[in-house]
């Protein structure tokens, strides 16, 4: 079975520099997936060529097997959740939804009916009376789903929707989601410069970085293996190290505390990951790890944990402690930091 969408080679230039270089990217029928990476990436350019707002200048965009590259928006099976959610202010809530499928020559009974399954769907079964004014944030957000899925599109695209709304509804609306997401068995793109959020929703994510795909993965999976500097870096918190080759053909890292051997390192310039949570703080050594003495330099309580800054032969590496483990624990106590070597992983890159 093709995949819903398949983009090859996707290229495109804003003034002569690029904003996309040869972008490959398959996208199966019902997946969740979140574009991710930081502002000016390219993630809201890649999705303006899916939507044909934009003409790349190079590869092709293909919808359900036939190539929409050149095609215009309104001829592509698939809608769009903007940032601001666009609703029509002079519009209630039903007449919002069933703009599309008027627009498209629906009677006008069954447009409303379509309209009113939507937002039973999204939870606002009782709101169509209502004008975009009368309704909260979240709840415009779920009226701008509900007029984007009214026609049943094969894959829908959303820019940022919920960066407008604070965190505790953000996180409410996320968990919402996902769910309709699952309910519908659409494919579902997702825009967000937010990595927590691109963890808590997506079945993959696609990492960018300026205009290129850095990875692509479970989450979970570019957490625990991230293939690049910039992949380690931007999920979730990481000690970057800088590693030194040794003549031998090893390495070293924290001016020689670290010395590992490996035959699949990358070639070229490395940098050592090492995760928070991978570095056990005590008092005495742990046996079974690598005990780098330490100097504890900060606390910092973060509610559910706390950071723990340790410097260790001169290089700041930071752990993540639960509140319980603190007991004892105060700046400028001399500690061991206890690592394991196969936590350590080598990407390419410089630290």
Do not use: W
């Amino acid at each position: 079975m093709s995949p819903i969408l398949a983009i090859d080679g996707l290229s495109k230039h804003f003034g002569g520099q690029p904003a996309l270089t040869a972008i490959d990217l398959a996208v199966e029928q019902g997946e969740f997936i979140a574009l991710l990476g930081p502002s000016g990436c390219g993630k809201t350019t890649l999705l303006r060529c899916i939507a044909g707002f934009l003409t790349p200048e190079a590869g092709t965009v293909r919808l359900a097997g036939e190539d929409v590259t050149r095609l215009p928006p309104y001829r592509r099976p698939l809608n769009t959740v903007f940032q601001n959610y666009a609703l029509f202010p002079h519009m209630s809530v039903a007449e919002n939804v069933a703009y599309g499928p008027r627009r498209q020559g629906t009677p006008k009974n069954e447009a409303g009916k379509r309209a009113a399954e939507a937002l039973e769907l999204v939870g606002l079964s009782g709101f169509g009376e209502r004008l975009p004014a009368q309704l909260s944030g979240g709840q415009q957000q779920r009226v701008a789903l509900a007029r984007a899925i009214v026609n049943r599109p094969q894959l829908l695209l959303l820019d940022e929707p919920l960066s407008a709304l604070d965190l505790k509804l953000r996180k409410k609306v996320q968990s919402e989601l996902k769910q309709i997401q699952h309910q519908l068995g659409i494919a579902f793109l997702f825009v967000t410069h937010d990595q927590e959020e691109a963890m808590t929703m997506a079945d993959r994510i696609v990492l960018m970085n300026r205009g290129r795909i850095e990875q692509i993965g479970r989450g979970q999976d570019i957490y625990a293996r991230p293939a690049t500097r910039f992949a380690a870096d931007f999920i979730g918190d990481a000690n970057l190290l800088a590693v030194n080759r040794r003549g031998d053909g090893g390495f070293s890292l924290l001016n020689g505390a670290i010395t590992l051997s490996t035959s699949d390192a990358p070639h070229g310039a490395l940098t050592g990951v090492l995760r928070p949570e991978d570095i056990l703080v005590t008092a005495e050594p742990v046996a079974e790890r690598l005990a780098l003495p330490a100097i504890v330099s900060d606390i910092v309580h973060v509610g559910s944990h706390a950071s723990v800054a340790l410097t260790v032969g001169g290089t700041t590496l930071t752990g993540r402690l639960a509140p319980s483990a603190l007991a004892g624990l105060s700046v400028g106590q001399p500690v061991f930091a206890n690592i394991r070597l196969s936590d350590l992983r080598l990407v390419p890159g410089d630290a």
